[in-house]
C-alpha cells in the first residue's frame, strides 16, 4: 500500500521541475490508490494554484476543490494555501471575485495550530494585517506579536511597531483606567500582556499572558512603603525610645498601607491562575467603578451648566471648569466664611486669604 507515496514523489519531482499539469496526473494516480491521504489533495491544489500562476488559466474552481478537501481532512498547509486564496493583499489572478476576508481569517486560523510546510509566522503575520485593515488593533497587536516572536525578520517586527503606535491611539481609554486603578501602570508593553486576554479567542495566546508583569511594578510599590514604613519605626525607636511619635505612627500607617495593596494585588494574581471568575469579577468592579464615578462627573457637569444658566440669585454657581484636584465638578466661588477660620486663626499670614475658588467635593481651595 505504500504506492502512493511513490506516485506521490513523483509529483513532487514534476512539480519542483515546474511541470505542474504533470504533477497533477502522478498525484491523481495516487489518489486511485487511496483517497485517505490529504497531502494529495493539498499537492493538487497546490499544483492547480501554480498553473493558475503561470498559465492565467482559470484552474482556480480546481484548486479550491482539491484544497478544501485536504483542509477538511486536516491539512495545516491546506488551510494556508487557500486563505491565501481568499486573502485581499494576496495577488493571485483570477481570485478578485472571491476574496473573503472572514474565509482567509478562518484558513489562516486553522492553519496556525497545526504544523505544516507553511510558515507559520506568516500566516500570524497576513492575518495581523487583516485585522489592521479592520482597524482591530488589539487582534492586529497580538498576531503581529506572534509573528514576530516566531521569526526575527525586520519585515515582522515593523509591522509589530505599527500595528503597537495605532494600538496605542486607539485603545479604550476605559480599560487603560481600570488598570491604572489597580496598578498605576502606564507601560503599554506591560498592558498590552494584559490585553491579550481580551484580544484573543485564541487559546494560541492564552499561554502568553504575563500576569507576572502586571503585578510586578505594584508589588514593587508596595514592598517600598512596608519597608520605609519599618524604617521609619526604627528611627523612631531609635531617635525617641518608643514607636507613638509621629514618625512612628506614620511607619506604621505605610506599613498597614504597604502590606494591604501586597494582599490585594496576590489576590488578583492568584485569581488570575486559580479562579478566572474572580479576576473577571474583580476586573468587571474597578471597571463598574470608573464607569459609575464617569457618571456622577457628567452629572455634576451638567448641574454647574444649570446652575450657570439659573436666574435665581442666591443659588450656587458651579464653574464649567472641574477641580484641579479631585476632577469633581463642585468648584465655586470661594465664600468670606471659607477663608474666616483660618483668617481668624493665622491673620494676614493665612494661606486662604488670597484664594477664589473653593472645590466642595474635595475642599481645597485655589
Ligand atoms: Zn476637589
Same mark, same amino acid.
Given at each position: 500500500?505504500?504506492?502512493?507515496?511513490?506516485?506521490?514523489?513523483?509529483?513532487?519531482?514534476?512539480?519542483?521541475?515546474? *511541470?505542474?499539469?504533470?504533477?497533477?496526473?502522478?498525484?491523481?494516480?495516487?489518489?486511485?490508490?487511496?483517497?485517505?491521504? %490529504?497531502?494529495?489533495?493539498?499537492?493538487?491544489?497546490?499544483?492547480?494554484?501554480?498553473?493558475?500562476?503561470?498559465?492565467?488559466?482559470?484552474?482556480?474552481?480546481?484548486?479550491?476543490?482539491?484544497?478544501?478537501?485536504?483542509?477538511?481532512?486536516?491539512?495545516?498547509?491546506?488551510?494556508?494555501?487557500?486563505?491565501?486564496?481568499?486573502?485581499?493583499?494576496?495577488? $493571485?489572478?483570477?481570485?478578485?471575485?472571491?476574496?473573503?476576508?472572514?474565509?482567509?481569517?478562518?484558513?489562516?486560523?486553522?492553519?496556525?495550530?497545526?504544523?505544516?510546510?507553511?510558515?507559520?509566522?506568516?500566516?500570524?503575520?497576513?492575518?495581523?494585517?487583516?485585522?489592521?485593515?479592520?482597524? =482591530?488593533? $488589539?487582534?492586529?497587536?497580538?498576531?503581529?506579536?506572534?509573528?514576530?516572536?516566531?521569526?526575527?525578520?525586520?519585515?515582522?517586527?515593523?509591522?509589530?511597531?505599527?500595528?503597537?503606535?495605532?494600538?496605542?491611539?486607539?485603545?479604550?481609554?476605559?480599560?487603560?483606567?481600570?488598570?491604572?486603578?489597580?496598578?498605576?501602570?502606564?507601560?503599554?508593553?506591560?498592558?498590552?500582556?494584559?490585553?491579550?486576554?481580551?484580544? %484573543?479567542?485564541?487559546?494560541?495566546?492564552?499561554?502568553?499572558?504575563?500576569?507576572?508583569?502586571?503585578?510586578?511594578?505594584?508589588?514593587?510599590?508596595?514592598?517600598?512603603?512596608?519597608?520605609?514604613?519599618?524604617?521609619?519605626?526604627?528611627?523612631?525607636?531609635?531617635?525617641?525610645?518608643?514607636?507613638?511619635?509621629?514618625?512612628?505612627?506614620?511607619?506604621?500607617?505605610?506599613?498597614?498601607?504597604? #502590606?494591604?495593596?501586597?494582599?490585594? $494585588?496576590?489576590?488578583?494574581?492568584?485569581?488570575?491562575?486559580?479562579?478566572?471568575?474572580?479576576?473577571? *469579577?474583580? #476586573?468587571?468592579?474597578?471597571?463598574?467603578?470608573?464607569?459609575?464615578?464617569?457618571?456622577?462627573?457628567?452629572?455634576?457637569?451638567?448641574?454647574?451648566?444649570?446652575? =450657570?444658566?439659573?436666574?435665581?440669585?442666591?443659588?450656587?454657581?458651579?464653574?464649567?471648569?472641574?477641580?484641579?484636584?479631585?476632577?469633581?465638578? *463642585?468648584?465655586?466661588?470661594? *465664600?468670606?466664611?471659607?477663608?474666616?477660620?483660618?483668617?481668624?486663626?493665622?491673620?494676614?499670614?493665612?494661606?486662604?486669604?488670597?484664594?477664589?475658588?473653593?472645590?466642595?467635593?474635595?475642599?481645597?481651595?485655589?
Amino acid at each position: 500500500m505504500n504506492d502512493w507515496k511513490n506516485f506521490n514523489e513523483k509529483g513532487n519531482e514534476c512539480f519542483n521541475n515546474k *511541470k505542474f499539469l504533470d504533477a497533477i496526473q502522478w498525484y491523481k494516480k495516487g489518489l486511485e490508490i487511496t483517497s485517505e491521504v %490529504s497531502t494529495l489533495y493539498y499537492n493538487i491544489g497546490n499544483s492547480y494554484l501554480n498553473i493558475v500562476e503561470i498559465h492565467k488559466k482559470d484552474e482556480i474552481k480546481a484548486a479550491i476543490v482539491y484544497l478544501s478537501k485536504a483542509c477538511k481532512m486536516g491539512h495545516s498547509s491546506a488551510n494556508y494555501c487557500l486563505a491565501k486564496i481568499y486573502d485581499p493583499k494576496i495577488n $493571485i489572478p483570477h481570485t478578485t471575485k472571491i476574496k473573503n476576508t472572514d474565509l482567509a481569517l478562518m484558513h489562516y486560523k486553522e492553519s496556525v495550530y497545526e504544523e505544516g510546510t507553511h510558515s507559520v509566522y506568516s500566516a500570524c503575520n497576513n492575518i495581523a494585517v487583516i485585522y489592521g485593515e479592520k482597524k =482591530q488593533y $488589539i487582534e492586529a497587536l497580538c498576531w503581529s506579536y506572534y509573528a514576530k516572536k516566531t521569526n526575527e525578520s525586520p519585515i515582522f517586527s515593523q509591522n509589530h511597531n505599527i500595528y503597537l503606535k495605532k494600538f496605542k491611539e486607539e485603545i479604550k481609554e476605559e480599560i487603560i483606567e481600570s488598570l491604572k486603578l489597580i496598578n498605576n501602570i502606564t507601560d503599554v508593553e506591560i498592558l498590552i500582556n494584559a490585553m491579550k486576554e481580551t484580544a %484573543s479567542e485564541d487559546e494560541l495566546f492564552e499561554k502568553d499572558i504575563d500576569v507576572h508583569a502586571i503585578v510586578a511594578k505594584p508589588k514593587e510599590d508596595s514592598s517600598a512603603r512596608i519597608a520605609i514604613g519599618v524604617f521609619m519605626v526604627v528611627i523612631s525607636f531609635i531617635i525617641s525610645g518608643r514607636v507613638v511619635s509621629i514618625v512612628g505612627v506614620i511607619g506604621v500607617i505605610l506599613i498597614v498601607a504597604g #502590606m494591604y495593596s501586597f494582599i490585594k $494585588i496576590n489576590e488578583i494574581e492568584d485569581s488570575y491562575y486559580n479562579d478566572r471568575q474572580k479576576f473577571d *469579577k474583580i #476586573m468587571g468592579a474597578y471597571k463598574k467603578e470608573k464607569k459609575d464615578k464617569l457618571k456622577k462627573l457628567e452629572e455634576e457637569k451638567r448641574i454647574a451648566i444649570e446652575s =450657570q444658566k439659573s436666574s435665581v440669585p442666591w443659588e450656587v454657581r458651579y464653574m464649567l471648569e472641574p477641580c484641579k484636584y479631585c476632577g469633581h465638578y *463642585k468648584v465655586r466661588y470661594a *465664600k468670606w466664611e471659607d477663608k474666616s477660620l483660618s483668617v481668624a486663626f493665622w491673620g494676614i499670614a493665612s494661606g486662604k486669604i488670597g484664594k477664589n475658588y473653593k472645590c466642595e467635593y474635595c475642599g481645597k481651595m485655589w
